[in-house]
């Protein structure tokens, strides 16, 4: 992958560029960035000018890593066990996933991941095994005598064991041997981590580049095209998901709506916990990344919701297509006395669920309060 197939980031681009002619390369390097903005595909693409550079065949070397089969270009990213991989599993396991996975999805989420692999049901992680590989691996030689590339990706997904296993190799690497470690949430990371690396904070896309990706890789109508980059939120990934018109978003609105009128009718009504207890059931029985991701898109649909209420029309971008059912409708119980509340809520049951905590317990609590916080007044100002 090489620079020019990276969707906007010209002042990154250049920056990385210049640290390689310069050869002022920090060893250690942190890219942290939203879903989708890039910090995947732009450090494997770092990666590649890095080791291609200065190469003695250089189209040699472009044509190993365009393929992610240079050997001096290593990875790390979450795993489980699957049908395949048993027991311990490493990230090497899954190395021709991670190919396939490149190739198709280079902004892709953990959670498209996680579905390529066959575990959208577990949670991956970075774990010691990783770690004690990691280390094997860079104590070698440079197969072809330049540097060495280490890219781990979702590098909060490490455990602590896996993060103490790599500081002293973080701090006093090997000749020629650089870590790229590319974040989410750099508030997960072990402040020993962090600290040791030089981080580089990645903006979310600009419509433009969003709308002009679309436009050439996937040959949409620039009207089209825009329309998407704009309900897309800078984040890339989420516009092809958009443009593919997932699955996932049709059954996340019947799960949001039969949760949303259960709730309403619920006060007053002990019949109705029945239902809401049936849903979170429901719910309950899908993979831990589906229940994360669902939580994400009701927070989304929220704000959509008092965006549009609120009266801030040209950026809701939400359409609903399940029928008797209006966002218009449903804006006015979203408001200044209750957001907070609900995304807090949302929250914090996502960080349970990230836990390994009872989804069903989680889902239900939740469900209690949105009943009371879904039937707040606002204080209307005189």
Same mark, same amino acid.
């Given at each position: 992958m090489t620079f020019d197939q990276i969707i906007g980031q010209a002042h990154i681009k250049k920056h990385l560029q210049q640290s390689v002619v310069n050869h002022r390369i920090p060893h250690a390097q942190l890219f942290v960035g939203k879903e989708g #903005?890039?910090?995947?595909?732009?450090?494997? $693409?770092? $990666?590649?000018?890095?080791? &291609?550079?200065?190469?003695?065949?250089? @189209?040699? &070397?472009?044509?190993?890593?365009?393929?992610?089969?240079?050997? /001096?270009?290593?990875?790390?990213?979450? =795993?489980?066990?699957? /049908? #395949? =991989?048993?027991?311990?599993?490493? #990230? +090497?396991?899954?190395?021709?996933? *991670?190919?396939?996975?490149? !190739?198709?999805?280079?902004?892709?989420?953990?959670? +498209? *991941?996680?579905?390529?692999?066959?575990? !959208?049901?577990?949670?991956?992680?970075?774990?010691? /095994? !990783?770690?004690? @590989?990691?280390?094997?691996?860079?104590?070698?030689?440079?197969? !072809?005598?330049?540097?060495?590339?280490?890219?781990? *990706?979702?590098a909060e997904k490490m455990n602590i064991a896996a993060s103490n296993k790599l500081l002293k190799l973080l701090e006093e690497p090997p000749e020629k041997t650089v870590f790229l470690l590319i974040s989410e949430d750099e508030e997960q990371l072990l402040k020993t981590i962090t600290s040791r690396c030089q981080a580089l904070n990645f903006p979310s896309l600009s419509e433009t580049d969003i709308a002009n990706a679309l436009v050439k890789n996937h040959q949409v109508l620039e009207n089209k095209a825009i329309q998407i980059a704009h309900q897309s939120e800078g984040n890339y990934n989420k516009a092809v998901h958009l443009l593919n018109n997932n699955a996932n978003d049709v059954i996340f609105e019947k799960w949001f709506i039969i949760w949303i009128r259960a709730a309403f009718k619920a006060k007053g009504n002990a019949a109705v916990i029945q239902d809401l207890i049936d849903w979170s059931e429901t719910i309950a029985k899908s993979g831990r990344e589906t229940q994360k991701q669902f939580l994400q898109y009701c927070l989304q649909f929220f704000r959509q919701a008092l965006l549009l209420n609120y009266g801030a029309t040209d950026l809701v971008f939400l359409e609903t297509k399940t029928a008797n059912f209006k966002l218009e409708k449903f804006a006015p119980f979203v408001h200044s006395a209750n957001i907070l509340s609900i995304e807090k809520e949302l929250n914090d049951a996502q960080y349970h669920i990230e836990r390994n905590g009872n989804a069903k317990i989680i889902l239900l609590d939740v469900s209690i309060k949105l009943t009371r916080l879904l039937h707040t007044k606002e204080e209307k100002i005189i």
């Open positions: #903005s890039g910090t995947l595909p732009m450090a494997i $693409a770092y $990666a590649q000018y890095l080791l &291609c550079y200065s190469a003695t065949n250089q @189209d040699s &070397c472009n044509l190993k890593c365009n393929k992610l089969q240079h050997p /001096d270009l290593h990875f790390a990213f979450p =795993v489980t066990t699957n /049908d #395949s =991989v048993k027991k311990h599993p490493v #990230s +090497n396991l899954f190395l021709a996933d *991670w190919r396939t996975f490149i !190739e198709k999805q280079p902004y892709g989420s953990l959670f +498209n *991941w996680l579905q390529q692999i066959g575990i !959208e049901n577990k949670q991956g992680q970075i774990g010691v /095994d !990783e770690a004690v @590989d990691i280390v094997k691996k860079l104590n070698l030689k440079a197969y !072809e005598g330049g540097f060495k590339v280490m890219i781990i *990706w979702m």
